[in-house]
């Protein structure tokens, strides 16, 4: 039997890596991505997210330390499944841990974790961050096989990559972005179907969200690079109020 669809508040995490971006560029301490965070969190933010990769090519182990002693919402620490990452995560415990794919010559995550054909590791990687009470969430592609072993493994979270999508509509592929925004739908319906807390991100503005925060199942969405932007020209508050805007008036 299907679950009841989920209705209500859906939650926004504001992702800040790229604040860390801009300061890394130039050197020293500005600007601050613990301060983006902190005003994140006071424009209405539901949570925050940090993506530490192994290059350390923006956020920081510091920052880490400081996000989790500075925030009173969420923090979701994105992170590879390696044993470097597992031992953070493990020591500072952050509410939410999200295991992405990284790859170093990459701009920023370019896909969804291969979950079907690394189930055995991966379930075994997990299993210490949900002993340790992190709500674990894996970043995947909206397909059925990987939707199924990440249930398998036992992660509590699935976030669906929405990037074919958002890319498809910024290059004017209308039929490819109407055939990718259904296929976010179905299998964020399969998704819940199975017990699995639903979010998504990557890509998503304010032109591409609305479809899909209108999903009933997506609980969760994570936005960064663009709101970082949108900042430049409007201000980090007044941009995540906009988003949270249009989100509102999609779930409505």
Do not use: W
Request: glycine share 8%; hydrophobic share 45%.
């Amino acid at each position: 039997m299907a679950l009841e669809k989920p209705l209500g508040h859906l939650r926004l995490g504001v992702n800040i890596d790229h604040v860390a971006t801009v300061r890394n560029a130039r050197g020293g301490a500005y600007p601050d991505p613990v301060r983006a965070a902190l005003l994140a969190q006071e424009a209405g933010a539901d949570g925050i997210t940090a993506h530490l990769r192994e290059d350390r090519r923006h956020i920081s182990d510091e920052d880490i330390d400081r996000l989790m002693e500075a925030l009173t919402v969420p923090l979701n620490l994105e992170m590879a499944a390696t044993d470097e990452m597992q031992a953070i995560a493990l020591r500072h415990r952050p509410h939410a841990v999200c295991i992405v794919p990284e790859r170093r010559e990459e701009r920023t995550t370019e896909g969804g974790l291969e979950v079907a054909q690394d189930e055995n590791r991966l379930a075994h990687f997990i299993a210490p961050l949900r002993e340790a009470g992190c709500r674990v969430s894996i970043f995947i592609a909206a397909e059925r096989a990987q939707i199924e072993a990440a249930h398998r493994i036992g992660a509590a979270v699935v976030e669906l990559h929405t990037g074919a999508y958002c890319d498809a509509h910024a290059e004017g592929r209308l039929a490819e972005r109407d055939a990718e925004l259904e296929r976010l739908r179905e299998m964020s319906a399969f998704a819940h179907e199975l017990g699995l807390e639903v979010h998504a991100g990557h890509g998503l503005t304010y032109e591409t969200v609305k479809p899909v925060a209108a999903f009933p199942e997506v609980m969760e969405l994570n936005i960064g690079h663009f709101l970082i932007g949108e900042a430049i020209f409007r201000g980090l508050a007044p941009a995540i109020a906009e988003m949270r805007r249009l989100m509102d008036e999609a779930r409505a």
